[in-house]
């Protein structure tokens, strides 16, 4: 029995004829005196299909597929996406190449069953974008990565370097962010444990999130800004916008800058940590740190802003302090030991996240760091994973109380962090 043709199938074994049908109803819509309405374009689609060669060469089958592909293309400025950006069950979009087009729904990875009729339809999807937030993106500045004004985080590669056509990753966010409640609910963390570190972000710890890619670092991050007292002042750096940190009133929220076509009015992440701290910050919030600014970042907690926090990307807690040595060493010309000594003194805890084969992010160990003798850290594990899959308290008592002490917040603890 033979199965019936997708719609991916069809729109490329029928992208030239699509192209033109799109092309023309465009044209109608722009001379058209008042804006058609989603029911009068899909009208227009119809008439257009029918009128066409496609009436007599389609299977039946195809025929609400292309008239879909057309409409769709003319109705909404975003073409095909228009429908996956407006489902708020889609949370990340990825499109390798005009016929790969997949999707991250309810923590699934599943591949969409549709196509850009071409590179070009796809490079303009892209552009279009990029103008949206006043970038450039063409064959001598082929990369794009910009926050737009919904909030959505967008990625986009032209073919100039991607091999496989242009590269499009939309990332987006909920308009209410997640909260530590929420992820108890999902399993990413136990309640003791939860209490435990909202006790440690009140008293001001510097706590360092780590994860790999798509871990849930800074849905994490928010969640814990929760416990930041709302009269203190807190100075946030990002390198595109994502925290949404609504209690606190008295902050300044910073976003970096790209250079622009001329190569001019770059504007750094190192550049902002070092103006952030002529603003009498009580403490800083770093999104994540990737390369130099990493250097700023650990003088920022080490010179009296304790709570302060970032993110980073690693695969355990002792392969991200790895790479923060790695990181801080390529803009600086002091001694690896000395630089191990600096961030043994300015990190208090670090949490480490991962994202499992079923999509789910959770909480894999916290640790906290006691120091360092310039060639080892050491590293007291409070929770760690289980072989069960599930987080629980090591036994081993916070070593450092001195602020929970002084904020009265010691006998908050639970677990077994507590030293009874």
Excluded at 47 to 55: K, M
Excluded at 202 to 224: D, H, M, P, V
Excluded at 310 to 331: F, V
């Amino acid at each position: 029995m033979k199965t019936r043709t997708t719609r991916k199938e069809t729109v490329i074994r029928y992208s030239s004829e699509i192209d033109q049908m799109v092309r023309n109803l465009r044209r109608w819509v722009t001379e058209s005196e008042e804006k058609p309405t989603e029911h009068e374009i899909r009208s227009m689609a119809e008439d257009a299909f029918f009128d066409s060669n496609l009436a007599l060469d389609a299977k039946i089958s195809e025929i609400t597929d292309i008239i879909n592909s057309v409409s769709e293309r003319v109705a909404c400025r975003y073409g095909i996406l228009g429908g996956l950006l407006e489902d708020p069950a889609v949370n990340e979009i990825m499109v390798n190449g005009p016929n790969m087009i997949f999707i991250e729904r309810n923590r699934q990875l599943v591949q969409v069953d549709d196509a850009f009729t071409s590179t070009e339809e796809l490079e303009e999807i892209i552009r279009m974008f990029a103008s949206d937030v006043h970038r450039e993106i063409n064959e001598a500045n082929p990369i794009v990565d910009a926050r737009l004004p919904s909030g959505y985080r967008v990625n986009g590669v032209l073919t100039t370097v991607a091999l496989n056509g242009p590269i499009l990753t939309i990332r987006k966010f909920r308009e209410k962010p997640i909260e530590l409640e929420d992820l108890i609910s999902n399993g990413s963390l136990t309640r003791e444990c939860a209490e435990d570190l909202s006790a440690l972000v009140r008293s001001g710890y510097n706590i360092f999130i780590s994860g790999g890619t798509s871990s849930g670092k800074t849905t994490f991050l928010n969640a814990l800004t929760a416990a930041i007292d709302p009269g203190e002042r807190v100075i946030i750096i990002e390198d595109s916008a994502e925290l949404m940190i609504t209690h606190i009133r008295n902050k300044v929220h910073m976003e970096c800058r790209t250079a622009n076509s001329a190569g001019k009015g770059e504007i750094t992440m190192e550049r902002l940590i070092r103006t952030s701290l002529r603003m009498r910050p009580d403490r800083i919030i770093v999104g994540e740190v990737r390369g130099r600014e990493v250097v700023d970042m650990i003088q920022a907690m080490n010179t009296g802003h304790d709570g302060s926090m970032s993110t980073g990307h690693g695969n355990s807690i002792r392969g991200m302090l790895n790479r923060l040595e790695t990181m801080y060493l390529t803009d600086s010309q002091v001694s690896v030991s000395s630089v191990r000594s600096q961030i043994a003194n300015a990190v208090d805890i670090f949490v480490h996240l991962r994202r499992d084969a079923g999509g789910s992010r959770k909480v894999n160990e916290i640790a906290e760091l006691t120091g360092s003798d310039g060639n080892e850290y050491s590293l007291n594990y409070l929770y760690r994973e289980g072989t069960d899959g599930r987080l629980a308290p090591t036994g081993n008592p916070l070593m450092d109380r001195e602020r929970l002490i002084r904020c009265g917040l010691d006998g908050r603890l639970r677990g077994n962090l507590r030293n009874d």
